[in-house]
């Protein structure tokens, strides 16, 4: 979310995370603060995660 901060919704850090993983520069993923979005579900640790890996 710093270094994106054109990102507006849940949805689309989804996105991004996505493209970020399939990239293959990253092989890590660690969630520090619950995203601040009005759409951010109860289950954004999980959904996070799913779309990373």
């Not at 995370?17 to 520069?25: F, P």
């Not at 092989?27 to 009005?38: E, I, Q, S």
């Amino acid at each position: 979310m710093i270094a994106h901060t054109d990102i507006d919704s849940f949805e689309n850090l989804v996105v991004v995370v996505k493209h970020i993983a399939q990239s293959g520069n990253e092989r890590f993923f660690r969630m520090d603060v619950k995203p601040d979005y009005g759409d951010t579900p109860e289950n954004w640790e999980d959904r996070l995660e799913a779309s990373f890996y």
